[in-house]
């Protein structure tokens, strides 16, 4: 008897070890698709495709628009904002865990770098504004600081703001805030 249960210890610990492993290989990559592509991934060894950028995000409904954004791929990596961005685009964000669910944007978006201030922002119903700043620019998706300037009482000062390209030309907006309040919406040009 004491035999069985120390075989079968044997056993459980070297599957959890395999586990352990797995597990660590898949912090290193950006999909499973890549995982099971690329073979056997050693602890702490990052992967070609988790260094390009986020891959496939679906992306959930938003809340209380009863809109479902298409998934989308951030493509290849840039220096610069893509041209397809760069226009004003205005929309409905629809925000949870904030004081108001429901209120229009309306962002001026130019050229620019990482670093460089590349839009100037506007929620009129909130009565404030600000600017982004490029932290990460790819093919299909942009990623900036937004930094409030007027209306600091009525907005979060410092948020974190993703717009992806649609297959419709609209561009997908999203937002996460220091204290985990995120808003999504479906922005147009105007």
Known sequence: MAEKQSASRKKIVGLVAAAGTVIAGLANVATIADFFKGGEVAAGTATS????????????????SGITPTPYEAGESRQSVPDPFLATWTGIVFQRGGPSTKY???IELAGGRPGEQIARVRYDTLDCGGVWRLQTAWAEVIRSTESIQSGRSHCEDTVTVTLSMQPDGQVYYEFLDTEGRVGQGILHKS
């Open 49 to 64: 495709s988790a260094t390009a950028g986020p891959r496939t995000r679906v992306v959930p409904p938003m809340d209380g």
């Open 104 to 106: 229009p944007v309306e």
